[in-house]
């Protein structure tokens, strides 16, 4: 008797066990919720430098090992080919490696012509293409790549210059404001008329599979184009043309949100940033130029596998979870930050749809504190540069998760879409446009209010 039930109570121990393991989606009451989990079950408890390069919990073996693969291609080093592997770097580029912009999977540094230099520019003739995205300039293309390999002349160098002057609040208190202003100089050719420059300094990279997998319908119910509700904010969406699905899909990712999909942007991010082709972006980004190097479709430089392994890589990459979340200061904070109605644009409580592959992104409450819409920003931050729907004064609302950690992740840290913020304050400071009176309110708050705000972004 006792032989014959044995194979069955394993079985029966094999089943539990295996069911315990395969990770179903769960979901946080909103009683029970626990707000430092910013991205849900996705968020990582790690305050350190290293706090947005981890892999989100519970990813299954065959996960973690293409999540460990894609990390290695987002550190690696590119070299010109032909070269074994992580060949194809150049003819022209901007830097040699992902995290060489991304530092630490977080910002960059707006600097040109260093190693780290994170800030690109992309350039345009004003027109549109035949997506009705922007049109590069003849010669250039839709970026300027500010390096060539050896041999190579680069299109043109970017000097940046500041020039600074004090912002008064209501009760006295002075804070100094940077604006940038950029020349361009060594041009390897006469630009061909008028040209707009859309300067953008490298985003953080993770949580991107959540805001990749909020569905379309939530993204469309913050649009509030007319603004209907009277509160000064309108927002809307950017759709954009993906060349994989050949189609016009609603945009999430880059400063003006004009990239549908993880996938694309790193594809793109391979061609315009690196000069390394892939199946979706088949050609050099040089190509037109009179040097350029550029080769047949069938023969581009990244392995499928290297792009597929570089997109899930991103696209797993955990959320660090608030601190000090039952300070007063930064409670207060808080409270300050709804009452000013930032979250009009830094949207909370957004929940995400199902993504049966990875279930940490699925069917989370998450915090991103943002709405992924086009808002205008005012002059003070416009680059005049139109990209599909959104127009010279338009930005994507920075998410604001992680926000906190700039400065452990990249030493330095730098704020707005050109690094020109060098403290949180001064970022509020430069909102205009849309966020006008929520920028006048925090100006006319006192003092201990504005740096309870601060305070609470800072747990972020
Ligand atoms: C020269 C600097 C630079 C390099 C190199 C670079 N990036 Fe970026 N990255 C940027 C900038 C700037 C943006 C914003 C682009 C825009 O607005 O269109 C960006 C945006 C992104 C985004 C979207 C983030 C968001 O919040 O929307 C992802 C994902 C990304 N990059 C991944 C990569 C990967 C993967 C690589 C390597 C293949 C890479 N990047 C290489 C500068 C860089
Ligand atoms: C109308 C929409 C809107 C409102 C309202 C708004 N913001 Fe923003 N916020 C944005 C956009 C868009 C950006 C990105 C602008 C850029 O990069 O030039 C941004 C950027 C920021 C940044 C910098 C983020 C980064 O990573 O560099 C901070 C900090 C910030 N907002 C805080 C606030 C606070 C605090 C309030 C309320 C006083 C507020 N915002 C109100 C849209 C808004």
């Not at 027109?127 to 190579?152: A, K, S, W």
């Not at 959320?319 to 808080?334: F, L, M, Q, Y």
């Not at 050109?418 to 849309?434: C, F, K, M, N, V």
């Amino acid at each position: 008797m006792r032989s014959r039930k044995l194979p069955v109570i394993i079985c029966i121990l094999a089943v539990v066990t295996m069911c315990s393991m395969c990770r179903k989606a769960q979901t946080f009451t909103e009683e029970g919720y626990d707000s430092r989990l910013s991205g849900g079950l996705a968020t990582v408890f790690d305050a350190s430098s290293k706090a947005f390069t981890h892999e989100l919990n519970g990813l299954s073996g065959n996960d973690l090992a293409a999540h460990e693969l894609g990390d290695v291609g987002f550190e690696q080093t590119f070299v010109s080919a032909p070269a074994p592997v992580f060949g194809g770097l150049g003819p022209i580029f901007n830097n040699v490696s992902c995290v060489s912009c991304h530092h630490n999977d977080g910002k960059g540094t707006p600097t040109a012509g260093t190693a780290t230099s994170s800030l690109l520019f992309r350039i345009s003739n004003g027109m549109r293409d035949e997506h009705g995205g922007p049109q590069g300039m003849d010669g250039y293309g839709g970026q300027i790549q500010d390096q060539g390999l050896f041999g190579i002349q680069a299109e043109a160098n970017m000097d940046i210059s500041y020039v600074e002057s004090p912002f008064t609040y209501p009760d006295g208190s002075t804070v100094n404001l940077r604006r940038p202003f950029y020349t361009m100089k060594n041009a390897y050719k006469a630009m061909a008329g008028t040209y707009y420059l859309s300067p953008r300094l490298a985003p953080p990279v993770f949580g991107l599979g959540l805001l990749e997998n909020i569905p379309e319908s939530t993204l469309l119910s913050f649009e509030d184009p007319a603004d209907r509700d009277g509160d000064g904010i309108k927002g809307h969406a950017n759709y954009v043309f993906n060349p994989q699905t050949n189609r016009k899909e609603i945009g999430r990712f880059g400063l003006k949100a004009n990239t549908s999909t993880i996938k694309v942007q790193v594809a793109t991010a391979y061609q315009q940033d690196m000069g390394v082709t892939s199946m979706i972006r088949t050609h050099e980004a040089s190509w037109g130029q009179p040097q350029s190097i550029g080769i047949s479709a069938d023969k581009y430089d990244l392995p499928d596998s290297t792009l597929n392994a570089v997109a899930f890589y991103v696209k797993t990459l955990a959320v660090p979870a608030r601190r000090d979340v039952a300070d007063i200061e930064v409670k207060r904070g808080e409270a300050v930050f709804a009452q000013l109605n930032c979250g009009g644009c830094h949207r909370t409580a957004i929940r995400t749809g199902l993504d049966i592959a990875v279930p940490a992104l699925s069917n989370q409450r998450i915090n991103p504190y943002t709405d992924l819409l086009l808002h205008d920003m005012g002059d003070g931050l416009a680059d005049g540069y139109d990209d599909y729907l959104a127009n010279g004064k338009e930005w994507r609302t920075a998410p604001l998760w992680g926000i906190g950690l700039f400065e452990k992740t990249n030493g330095t840290p730098y704020y707005l879409h050109d690094g020109r913020a060098r403290t949180i304050e001064e970022a509020i400071l430069w909102h205009g446009g849309e966020a006008e009176n929520a920028k006048t309110n925090f100006t006319k708050l006192t003092k201990t209010d504005r740096q309870a705000v601060i305070k609470f972004l800072r747990s972020l």
